[in-house]
């Protein structure tokens, strides 16, 4: 029930652990190789392929005295937190930044021949998340999308038991029913929950 993250940078696909799968993927590509870029370049956390100016966060947080903070987009990258060298790596014809954007539905479809990524996206979409954007920052994720982004992270590993501890907090009763068909598929598969 806790948050997924706790900053701008946290996100769906961080999260879940399908960024890392994404970024080796791009990594591969023959745009990369010819450039020399290895996966860490894809990350919007660290120097490199992001964004200086934003540090990869494709915002700008200015603050204001006696009133609340203000986002505006990095004038620098346009919101799309990385460098110009680095979005012109391609994988069948998107970079990287065009691939947070997706929702997840969409990404699930665009890397299904990919098994390691399609089943992480898969799980999100089992558990109702088919909507959400996969780089949406997580603070602006409601209580329910952050509880099932939580749950499809442990349904996307294979596991023999699952201990949960009131999964079904923050969600609605159509949630609670998509998670007790989720539960009922992997018990039948022999998962103890």
Do not use: H
Request: glycine share 8%; with cysteine; aromatic share 8%.
């Amino acid at each position: 029930q806790s948050p997924i993250g706790r900053t701008p940078r946290s996100n769906p696909a961080t999260f879940t652990g399908v960024f890392n799968d994404i970024r080796t993927l791009f990594e591969a590509t023959p745009d990369a190789k010819v450039r020399g870029f290895k996966a860490g370049r894809f990350s919007f956390n660290v120097p490199g392929g992001r964004c200086e100016e934003c540090k990869g966060a494709g915002i700008k947080v200015i603050e204001m005295n006696f009133l609340p903070s203000v986002n505006v987009v990095c004038n620098e990258c346009r919101g799309r937190r990385y460098k110009n060298d680095t979005l012109a790596v391609k994988y069948k014809g998107k970079n990287i930044n065009d691939v947070l954007e997706m929702p997840v539905s969409e990404a699930y479809e665009f890397f299904s021949n990919i098994p390691s990524i399609a089943q992480k996206l898969k799980a999100m979409v089992d558990v109702g998340l088919g909507y959400v954007r996969l780089g949406q920052s997580a603070v602006t994720l409601s209580g329910g999308e952050s509880q099932k982004v939580a749950i499809a992270r442990i349904f996307a590993r294979p596991y023999d038991l699952i201990i949960m501890d009131e999964p079904t907090s923050a969600l609605t009763q159509s949630e609670i029913t998509l998670l007790y068909d989720i539960i009922r598929k992997l018990t039948s598969k022999g998962v103890t929950i």
